[in-house]
């Protein structure tokens, strides 16, 4: 099957719809976990709900899992994946590092994603032929950039205060090695490495919601994305991404 970059445009423009309007406004924060801090707004719901209809409408015998409503049609072999904002603390601090993601599995293969950033009026999507960016500055074609030494990436990940005892000195010997690091990017680090502008995410703890669509987005743009044990990053958990094989393979080797 293949999915149509006017489907990609019309689910973001329809989060967007939901999202926007809540945005830097005040909003009633709910606290999804005890012990600790996940939050979720209506924009999170409202902007789910209406990705799902549209999926729903265009592909009725697909399956569906989103963040904040679960999974619907469970026996598909195609299952689109919703996280409707990716980067909830960023979006109830008012920092537009936050993004609504989509993308579609094939047997548990990601193989179609978007990323919008609508406050930016950035679309980053793959529908299985390259990948695409349109906003300001028009659309083009994304490529990820040709570094293959640690000492001279960009390092990106949410905070180093995610990483659990066991991986944080994993994480710390990546940091350590490369150029330069910066912090609390979420969903949209991952875009920026496919753009070319950095060159390498490390993240732990990571769910299907938070990774999926941004999978088939990088490696259209020739980057690598794994798990930490190399293996397909669908699944979520510890998750490596890189601009090259070689610089990803270098990570690989202090993640181990």
């Known amino acids: 099957m293949t999915v149509s970059p006017a489907l990609m445009r019309r689910i973001a ?12 406004q005040p909003v009633l924060i709910d606290n999804k976990v005890d012990g600790g801090f996940d939050p979720v707004t209506e924009a999170d719901r ?52 936050w ?9 548990g293969r990601a193989v179609a994603g978007m990323m919008s950033q609508p406050f930016t009026g950035e679309l980053f999507y793959t529908v299985g032929e390259g990948a695409h960016y349109e906003g300001p500055g028009g659309a083009r074609s994304l490529k990820t950039r040709d570094t293959t030494e640690l000492a001279d990436a ?9 990483f659990d005892a066991l991986r944080r000195p994993a994480y710390d010997r990546v940091e350590k090695s490369v150029c330069l690091a910066r912090y609390g990017t979420d969903c949209y680090a991952y875009a ?12 732990t703890a990571l769910q299907p919601y938070d990774i999926v669509a941004l ?12 798990n930490w044990a190399g293996g ?7 998750i490596v991404a890189a601009a090259t094989p070689q610089l990803h393979e270098k990570a690989m080797a202090l993640l181990r």
């Open 13 to 24: 423009e329809a989060a967007a719809e939901q999202t926007l309007p809540r945005f830097r």
């Open 46 to 97: 409202e902007a789910e709900k209406a990705i799902r209809a549209l999926i729903g409408e265009a592909y009725p015998d697909h399956g569906i899992l989103g963040e904040e409503f679960g999974l619907e049609g469970e026996a598909s072999d195609h299952r689109w994946i919703i996280d409707p904002i990716d980067g909830t603390r960023a979006f109830i601090s008012g920092l537009p590092l």
């Open 99 to 107: 993004g609504t993601l989509v993308g579609l599995t094939v047997s």
């Open 154 to 162: 960009t390092l990106c990940t949410t905070t180093p205060a995610l």
């Open 192 to 203: 920026m490495l496919a753009a070319g502008q950095i060159d390498l995410v490390v993240e």
């Open 215 to 226: 999978v088939p987005i990088i490696e259209q743009a020739g980057g690598v994305i794994t």
């Open 232 to 238: 397909r990053p669908e699944s979520g958990g510890d």
